[in-house]
């Protein structure tokens, strides 16, 4: 069955960084969308970034310029690195993918599949 397993959150300062780490298994990944939404307590969940089998990407308006994400097709493994971090970046971040896209780059969360657990990232003033 199809498995995403999020990893590397934590807790930083303002300005700090993080990278997060989602290992995906159960289905074609190299051909797959991904992306990594997010969630804060009492808010609607919502796109971060997104990035297509061939690499293109694309961000929401809240953290482009300050986040990257990739992935590495031959371990199956999507990333987030997130720099210039601020307070209201705090959140669950979720990991999720779309194996079979009918729409590229979207951060629409009901265009995806399957989902990860969530891994929780608090930045303090």
């Known amino acids: 069955q199809v498995q995403l397993v999020e990893s590397g959150g934590g807790s930083v300062q303002a300005g700090g960084s993080l990278r997060l780490s989602c290992a995906a298994s159960?289905?074609?990944?190299?051909?797959?969308?991904m992306a990594w939404f997010r969630q804060a307590p009492g808010k609607e969940r919502e796109g971060v970034a997104t990035?297509?089998?061939?690499?293109?990407?694309r961000y929401a308006d809240s953290v482009r310029g300050r986040f990257t994400i990739s992935r590495d097709n031959a371990k199956n493994t999507l990333y987030l690195q997130m720099n210039s971090l601020k307070p209201e970046d705090t959140a669950t971040y979720y990991c999720a993918a779309d194996p079979a896209p009918k729409v590229w780059l979207t951060l629409r969360p009901s265009q995806y599949n399957y989902w990860g657990q969530g891994t929780q990232v608090t930045v303090s003033s």
């Open positions: 990035i297509a089998s061939n690499g293109v990407t």
């Open positions: 159960g289905y074609t990944y190299s051909s797959s969308q």
